[in-house]
């Protein structure tokens, strides 16, 4: 079943704006992961937050993550043209069988 | 540069002809991975090695199988590929299973004829 949820699903935004997505999930982790998939690509780690993390930064990266509001975002400061592309969250769940589980991604476009 | 690489980018078959997806990796990782991915949709992940053992899961169609004949290749068979197999596979690797990052190749776009 599919853990994270990611809002928006599509966000638009001009260049130099930041940019704000939000990933929801259901059961307990061992850490929370987000990945960029440019348009044909395969997909590109960015970040990884452990649970018992809080905030984590990497250049115009800021991930926060709450868990016992089981949310985390992605925060892109100053974006650009380049930045755009889907971005998806995933979370290593805990528990037997556990695996990396993906939400559905979040489609964000930067304006020129 | 230290990469996960699948080939080909595009492949072509006809319905019901076997295919193979290939993908090789120089990170000397533990863990390979195939993923499924339809348009807009999440990565669905189908199986994993860590090292030679073999890992499905549980709603992988029987029609998948894999291959992974030593650290570097793996391998995606597909037996008798259905209009609903088009999609992207994604290979993946990772140093171990849990707990780490995993690096991805640039996908096979598989379209069924």
């Known amino acids: 079943s599919q853990q994270g949820e990611e809002d928006p699903q599509a966000l638009s935004i001009q260049e130099g704006e930041n940019a704000t997505m939000n990933c929801s999930y259901k059961?307990?982790?061992?850490?929370l992961q987000w990945y960029r998939q440019n348009s044909g690509r395969g997909l590109v780690h960015l970040i990884l937050?452990?649970?018992?993390?809080r905030e984590k930064h990497s250049g115009r990266l800021r991930v926060t993550l709450d868990t016992s509001k089981k949310s985390s975002s992605l925060l892109i400061t100053a974006s650009r043209a380049a930045d755009t592309a889907s971005y998806f969250c995933?979370?290593?769940?805990?528990?037997?069988?556990?695996?990396?589980?993906f939400g559905k991604g979040i489609t964000l476009s930067v304006r020129p | 540069d230290a990469m996960v690489i699948q080939n080909p980018r595009y492949q072509v078959t006809q319905f019901g002809k076997p295919v193979t997806l290939s993908c090789s990796q120089t990170l000397n990782h533990n863990v390979m991975y195939w993923y499924q991915q339809k348009s807009s949709q999440a990565p669905k992940l189908l199986f994993h090695y860590y090292d030679k053992d073999f890992n499905n899961e549980a709603d992988t169609p029987d029609n998948f199988q894999s291959r992974r004949p030593n650290t570097s290749f793996c391998f995606l068979d597909i037996r008798s590929p259905g209009l609903g197999d088009a999609a992207m596979y994604l290979c993946a690797t990772s140093r171990e299973v849990l707990r780490q990052p995993q690096h991805f190749g640039d996908g096979t776009r598989l379209s069924i004829l």
């Open positions: 937050i452990r649970s018992n993390e």
């Open positions: 995933a979370t290593d769940n805990t528990g037997a069988n556990s695996k990396l589980t």
């Open positions: 059961t307990s982790i061992n850490n």
